[in-house]
């Protein structure tokens, strides 16, 4: 019995593993469909989903050990909205793990027929990352090694980066986020 062999281990095992074949049949179907975007940026769920965003589409991952397909939707600027998002640092800040480190940016809602998803994009929050048509992580139709999940690929959103993430959004999804 190894001290990785417990029943948690397995789990978290056939989670990754049921994500990666979701994840497949997905690259393999957008393959089929051409849908292969010269630009898509992925950002990380609160959930350790993944949400890709292309020009006036947006792939819908489930969350990790969640129910459910990666979806391609059309979804216009009128069924987005974007806001500031701002958690002021506690105590010290969580330098020298005491406190709570802030939270700054903005988060992108997307109406999909009644329900609202939200996209963050906050630093301190989640992660996302800027791919190319040659290199997207999502689309690749080939199984990546050993367990993983996209979101690892993921770089975490720095303060510096969010005037430049602005922008990214507002030229992918064709609205207007306010700094």
């Given at each position: 019995m190894g001290f990785f062999d417990n029943g948690n281990e397995k789990?978290?095992?056939?989670?990754?593993?049921?994500?990666?074949?979701?994840?497949?049949?997905?690259?393999?179907?957008?393959?089929?469909?051409?849908?292969?975007?010269?630009?898509?940026?992925?950002?990380?769920?609160?959930?350790?989903g993944v949400i890709g965003l292309a020009p006036g589409q947006i792939v819908f991952g489930p969350d990790y050990g969640g129910e459910g397909e990666f979806t391609l939707e059309e979804i216009g600027a009128d069924r987005l909205r974007s806001e500031k998002f701002y958690v002021p640092g506690e105590g010290m800040g969580g330098i020298f793990g005491m406190g709570k480190k802030g939270q700054l940016g903005f988060?992108?809602?997307?109406?999909?027929?009644?329900?609202?998803?939200?996209?963050?994009?906050?630093?301190?929050?989640?992660?996302?990352?800027?791919?190319?048509?040659?290199?997207?992580?999502?689309?690749?139709?080939k199984r990546r090694r050993g367990n993983a999940n996209v979101v690892w690929d993921l770089p975490p959103i720095e303060r510096g980066d969010l005037k430049k993430l602005r922008k990214i959004v507002s030229e992918l999804l064709g609205i207007t986020i306010e700094e």
């Open positions: 789990q978290r095992l056939a989670n990754l593993e049921a994500l990666e074949d979701k994840r497949l049949r997905f690259a393999e179907l957008a393959q089929k469909q051409g849908f292969a975007p010269e630009k898509m940026l992925l950002v990380s769920t609160d959930r350790g988060v992108v809602y997307a109406d999909r027929g009644g329900f609202e998803t939200e996209i963050p994009l906050v630093v301190n929050r989640n992660s996302c990352l800027l791919t190319s048509k040659a290199k997207n992580p999502l689309l690749s139709v």
